[in-house]
């Protein structure tokens, strides 16, 4: 009896951790059954590396949306990264003990905020200085990747205070002892030695930022052509889905999930570079 | 910008606080220094900016949000029914607990008996445990647009739920899986292998031994997990204007005609699409907010308890 | 030493970007709040100065004209709103194909809601965009269109060009299978209906009469325009007062999506802020009228523009027109 109440309760837990392989699975199926027709009704070429995109017209290229996402999502890690490594070395080796009992909650508040809300901040306040600045509307591929890199933050500072919390303090107090300054000691001996943990900071923040949509919505311009300059205006792919799936229906609607798709892919190699990078730490 | 440096050296000051450092150093030996290396100098004032940055930006968010939200704070948003007139977000609330109390309630067993069988039961190297870890991780980076377009076609089309509450907790608990999942594993790792000795030493076996002494010693970590997920569902917007819909009300039934339920968040966008009642958006913002506070206090105490108990 | 001069420089550049930002950021917060106070004052000067308009915009806009480059806003493809803007404007022009395409240049900033568009023209002076007349408010400057004011009561007559109606569709045989569905409509087409219409700043349309509540039962299932929904929301809120045992669900998704559900019959009710396509009434669908209203070419309240013609109108959209210079 109790050898089958066990054998129950096991398979019970395999099931459980089987879930999550089963989502995997109906949400790859699901995109790709709806997705993949469309792709193949307008021509892979015609779709991925069209640029022409205008639905009512017919034309269905997302290939300026591809380059927006990229060019945004690039911006945004050039921004958010630096200042989140050292805003995690403030944290780790700076910042003194009462002072991290209010730092840290911030951090973690910061990662809470709505995203809608970002858009409306990043909409009265950082258009208008971009406006100010670079002249034009202020809705930007600029715009929005100063506002992505504001909202990755948080992930950068999360994980590389983690990772550099775990180097081992001889490697700083060594480098003391051998007459550098606290600065060297952080910089040179802790912080090459979170390298991975770093890494890894880089690549969740590339996977947030990319996949991020109510905020760029509302900062980004929307338009639907290749950016000429860091100053004009772009459409990321997730801005794509939700601005016009509330209209679409037929070809129009399986393009959109179409996009889903090849977003998607995106997440699954930045996904797979992640594990890679995992594995080579083990 | 100008108080920047004075606010570095009052730092700089704290930092050599005895606790810290095997040996003190004054600050005039500081100053010494950083003439000597200036490298050493503008890292640390790079590294001050940052700082001041990242919170400075949290400080002027939370900021703006109060200045625009606070004085359209009425009572009668708070009112039992929405109405056009009064605009009230209360239905919202109730629906963003409904959706929240119904989606862990699917999603924490699931995750929790997942991380159990990853931990417990599964042998080191075993091929199906690498997919489940692959897969979980995957789950975890998908954009919550995606998992709003599959909700849309799997809940709401093939099954012909139409807008519905279950479309949107389904498509929500998917999204917090692998977050309950991977806080669970932690804190079943962090249970000492000394525990499982001594149940498995006095004749329990492989099940009581998970209920009885593991699962209860990870309460603490599971529960950390459980608060993380509740910020991310109360937060969550893109995945379920597509799932649960627009409905102002709080509905009768789960699935089918009627049952669209808007939370808290996707109840703001909505006001504020229009452009009829953006004050009363900011107004929800600010009640978003203070939810998000509370839930971020909560998980911290949580957290503290976790690293009293080890320490 | 390499290093250490790139490490210089780059925190040269940084404690640059951070002042600028600050200062930017100083000087925009007190122009906004400078242009917040001056709101309410401005918008009663343009209500004011509307009513003299007519005699004296000549000789104004020519005074006092802007000498920058035109941003342009407009709303997302799908949108009832903008389809009927293009075609009114006749922005939507033969192609070489002779289609019919919607011509509006590439680089016109889009936003996918009516508020998106009154913030980013309210934030920014040389825009330009267009909303429903039902959702305007004194953070921007609705335009006189021809010379006609946007106001309901020149709609009504048919002197402003730029109004489309409200449309409700459904399937024949579903509407005459749900009593509760065809008692809205008839509610929506009574006098208190249309009344309600009236007092929300739409344009009534002729009604059929006082409507008795016939004591329905029922649920009905609305889908469609975001533009519709607010005034409809009221309606059926009125409605359910007078028959408490009807439960209504709206969902603001889209003129697009509101017809898609219609035809396929997973609502009862599709709205939209558009007339419906000849093929989607081929596919079944009956198409009602249930107000008009209004679109208004709206710029920030700092441009002194008062006046614009259609043909105008139409070369901004086009791209023929680039700056707010080349304006008549």
């Not at chain 3, 809601?113 to 007349?133: C, E, K, R, W």
């Not at chain 3, 009561?153 to 409200?166: E, L, N, Q, T």
């Not at chain 3, 029922?218 to 975001?226: D, E, V």
Request: hydrophobic share 45%; with cysteine.
């Amino acid at each position: 009896m109790q050898k089958v109440k066990e054998g129950i309760m096991h398979a019970l837990f395999l099931i459980c951790a089987c879930v999550s392989i089963l989502a995997v699975v109906l949400i790859c199926v699901y995109l790709l059954a709806s997705g993949v027709p469309a792709i193949g009704e307008i021509g892979v070429t015609d779709f991925l590396f069209g640029t022409k995109w205008k639905p009512s017209s017919g034309y269905y290229g997302i290939f300026p949306m591809i380059i927006g996402s990229i060019l945004v999502t690039g911006i945004a890690v050039v921004i958010g990264v630096p200042i989140g490594i050292l805003c995690a070395v403030f944290m780790s080796h700076y910042c003194p003990k009462k002072l991290y009992r209010f730092v840290k909650p911030a951090i973690n508040l910061l990662a809470g905020i709505p995203s809608i809300v970002y858009g409306f901040f990043g909409l009265v306040v950082i258009v208008p200085i971009m406006k100010e600045l670079f002249g034009g509307s202020g809705k930007s591929l600029l715009t929005a990747g100063i506002l992505l890199g504001i909202m990755i933050l948080p992930t950068v500072i999360k994980t590389t205070e983690s990772s550099l919390n775990a180097v081992p303090k001889s490697y700083y107090e060594g480098a003391l002892a051998l007459g550098a300054t606290h600065e060297r000691s952080v910089f040179f001996a802790s912080l090459p030695a979170a390298k991975s943990g770093i890494l890894a900071a880089i690549i969740l923040g590339v996977g947030r930022a990319i996949g991020e949509t109510m905020a760029v919505i509302l900062v980004a311009g929307n338009q639907t052509v290749i950016p000429k300059s860091i100053t004009s205006g772009i459409r990321t792919m997730t801005s794509n889905i939700v601005m016009e799936m509330g209209y679409a229906g037929g070809l129009h609607r399986e393009a959109l999930i179409a996009t889903g798709v090849v977003l998607f892919v995106f997440i699954l190699i930045i996904n797979l570079c992640f594990s890679a990078l995992k594995r080579r730490k083990d | 910008m100008t108080d920047a440096p004075t606010a570095a050296m009052t730092n700089e000051k704290k930092t050599t606080a005895p606790e810290n450092y095997i040996n003190r150093v004054t600050l005039g030996a500081r100053l010494k220094q950083y003439a000597r290396s200036p490298l050493s100098l503008i890292l640390m004032i790079l590294v001050m900016l940052a700082a001041i940055f990242s919170v400075g930006m949290l400080i002027f968010i939370i900021a703006y949000i109060l200045i625009n939200g606070v004085p359209h704070l009425t009572a009668e948003q708070f009112d039992w029914n929405y109405t056009t007139e009064n605009v009230s977000m209360m239905p919202a609330m109730i629906n963003t607990l409904i959706m929240t109390a119904l989606t862990l309630v699917i999603a924490v067993p699931i995750g929790v008996f997942a991380a159990v069988y990853l931990v417990e039961y599964a042998k080191r190297g075993n091929k199906l445990v690498k997919i489940i870890r692959v897969t979980t991780e995957t789950l975890s980076g998908i954009p919550s647009i995606v998992f709003g377009l599959f909700g849309y076609l799997m809940f709401n089309i093939s099954f012909g739920w139409g807008f519905s509450m279950m479309a949107g907790v389904i498509t929500l608990a998917m999204m917090i899986l692998p977050l309950i999942i991977r806080t669970t594993e932690e804190a079943l790792l962090a249970v000492p292998d000394s525990y499982r000795e001594g149940s498995f030493g006095l004749g329990a076996g492989k099940m009581r031994t998970v209920f009885r002494v593991i699962l209860p010693t990870a309460v603490p970590g599971i529960m950390s997990g459980v608060i993380l997920s509740i910020g991310r569902i109360v937060g969550e917007s893109a995945a379920l204007i597509f799932t649960s819909g627009s409905g102002h009300s709080i509905p009768g039934s789960l699935v089918g005609s009627g049952s669209s339920a808007a939370t808290l968040t996707v109840h703001m966008y909505i006001l504020s699409n229009e452009g009829l009642h953006v004050n009363e958006a900011f107004a929800s913002a600010v009640v978003l907010l203070a939810l998000t506070f509370l839930i971020n206090l909560v998980s911290d105490l949580i957290e503290r308890r976790i690293a009293k108990k080890k320490g | 030493m390499t290093t250490r001069k790139i490490t210089l420089s780059a925190a040269a550049l940084l404690m640059v970007a951070a002042l600028a930002g600050c200062s930017g950021n100083t000087s925009s917060t007190s122009s906004t709040s400078s242009s917040a106070a001056e709101a309410g004052s401005s918008a009663a000067d343009t209500s004011a100065a509307d009513s003299s308009a007519a005699d004296s915009t000549a000789s104004d806009s020519t005074a006092s004209k802007l000498d920058t480059d035109i941003t342009v806003v407009s709303r997302e493809d799908g949108s009832g709103t903008r389809g009927a803007f293009v075609e009114l404007m006749g922005i939507e022009q033969q192609n070489e194909a002779g289609e019919k395409e919607d011509m509006t240049r590439g680089d016109a900033e889009i936003s996918n809601s009516t508020n998106g568009v009154m913030m980013s023209v309210a934030g920014n002076v040389d825009a330009i965009g267009y909303i429903s007349l039902g959702s305007l408010n004194d953070t921007v400057k609705a335009l006189d269109v021809n010379g006609v004011e946007c106001s309901v009561a020149d709609i009504k007559s048919g002197d402003y060009v730029v109004a489309r109606p409200f449309n409700v569709c459904y399937q024949q045989a579903k509407l005459d299978g749900n009593a509760a569905a065809k008692d809205l409509i008839a509610f929506i087409e009574s006098d208190d209906g249309q009344k309600i219409i009236a007092d929300n700043g739409y344009i009534a349309i002729d009604s059929t009469g006082a409507y008795a509540p016939s004591g329905v039962t029922g649920a009905i299932s609305l889908n469609g325009s975001t533009s519709v929904g607010p005034i409809m929301e009221k309606l059926c809120e009125a409605y359910k007062a007078l028959n408490p045992d009807v439960s209504i669900d709206i969902q603001q998704t889209g003129s697009g999506a509101g017809i898609t559900s219609a035809t396929e019959g997973t609502c009862d009710i599709g709205m939209s802020s558009r007339e419906l396509k000849q093929e989607e009434l081929d596919a079944g669908l009956t198409e009602m009228k249930i107000a008009d209203d209004g679109i208004a070419v709206i710029v920030n309240l700092e441009n002194p523009i008062e006046n614009i013609t259609s043909d105008e109108v139409m070369k901004i959209y086009t791209g023929e027109i680039n700056n707010w210079s080349e304006l008549g």
